[in-house]
């Protein structure tokens, strides 16, 4: 298994803080990022924009949101606040290049678990 602090501080996030959170359990913190890939909000998300479902899209990524920033996937975040806001604001864009910077970022958060393995 590679160091957690490691392989934080190279995907981006901040560890200290993130660790904090986590009671400076870094097995508590594996165990729940572990849970990452059987969430469904990227799934419901995607769903819902291709609908043109906002309401229900905005629940999604709020969710997406809350769950990458209370496990410090920084770069997820800050793609996944990009959405937020339009949606939020009600907006009839096209979310499709947000969605994908989404997608890129979940893929990247899914190696560092792969990586922390």
């Known amino acids: 298994m590679a ?3 490691e ?3 190279k995907y981006g996030a901040d560890y200290e803080t993130t660790m904090a959170r986590f009671m ?3 097995q508590m913190y594996l165990r729940i990022l572990a849970m990452l890939p059987r969430d469904e909000n990227l799934h419901k998300l995607d769903q819902a924009l291709q609908t043109g479902d ?3 899209a905005f629940d999604a990524a709020h969710t997406l949101k809350g769950m ?5 996937l920084a770069p997820l975040y800050q ?3 990009d959405i937020v806001e339009p949606l939020r604001a009600g907006g009839k864009l096209d979310y499709s290049p947000l969605f994908q910077s989404i997608q890129k970022e ?3 958060a899914a190696a560092l678990l792969e990586l922390l393995k």
């Open 3 to 5: 160091d957690l602090k």
């Open 7 to 9: 392989v934080f501080q």
């Open 24 to 26: 400076g359990s870094e």
């Open 54 to 56: 906002y309401p229900a």
């Open 68 to 72: 990458a920033g209370n496990l410090g």
């Open 79 to 81: 793609a996944v606040c």
């Open 106 to 108: 979940y893929e990247q």
